[in-house]
C-alpha cells in the first residue's frame, strides 16, 4: 500500500512538472501605441502619423510575430524593434519589414537572437518599437512596449 501511495506521488509530482515548461513556453503579448510626438531624434516625428503595434514574443522558438497597423503615414518603409527608455536613441535590434513602401497592416514572424527574445520578455518597457518613413527615414512614429 505504501507503494502505491508513493509512486501516486510521483506521478503527481512528475505530471505537475511536465506542465509546468508547457506555460512557461506559451507567449508573451506586448503592445505600444506609436505617435509622431514620442520620436525624440532632432528631426521630430510624423505629427500626425499613429500606429499599433500588438507583438507575441515565444522564447522558445525565438520568434516575435507582430501585427502593426498604422495610419497617416503615407511613406512608410520600415519598423523595428530597440533597445531603449523612454527619451532614448538606439540602433534597431530586430526589423520587422523593410520594404519600398509598405501599407499597413504588416503581419508576420520574425526570428531573433534568444537573449534579445529573453530580455524584451522581462522588461518590455526598456524597449521600443517604431516607424521610419521616406520623409523621416529617422522614424515618423516611436512607441514605448508594456506587457497585456
Known amino acids: ?4 501511495v508513493a509512486l501516486a506521488t510521483v506521478l503527481a ?29 532632432p528631426g521630430g516625428g510624423d505629427p500626425k502619423g499613429a500606429a499599433t503595434f500588438v507583438l507575441k514574443v515565444n522564447r522558445v522558438k525565438s ?9 497617416k503615414i503615407k511613406d512608410a518603409t520600415s519598423a523595428h ?10 540602433r534597431p535590434i530586430v526589423t520587422f519589414f523593410d520594404r ?12 531573433a537572437p534568444s537573449r534579445v527574445v529573453s530580455r524584451l520578455k522581462r522588461k518590455p518597457a526598456q524597449h521600443y518599437v517604431d516607424i521610419d518613413s521616406r520623409s523621416r527615414p529617422n522614424g515618423a512614429v516611436r512607441g514605448q512596449l508594456s506587457r497585456n
Open 100 to 111: 519600398g513602401v509598405a501599407n499597413s497592416p504588416q503581419k508576420g514572424c520574425v526570428s
Open 63 to 71: 520568434r516575435i510575430c507582430f501585427n502593426i497597423k498604422f495610419s
Open 81 to 90: 524593434l530597440h533597445k531603449g527608455r523612454a527619451g532614448q536613441i538606439a
Open 13 to 41: 509530482a512528475l505530471a505537475v512538472a511536465l506542465t509546468i515548461p508547457a506555460f512557461s513556453s506559451a507567449h508573451t503579448v506586448l503592445t505600444a501605441h506609436a505617435t509622431g510626438g514620442q520620436i525624440v531624434n
Open 1 to 4: 500500500m505504501k507503494k502505491k
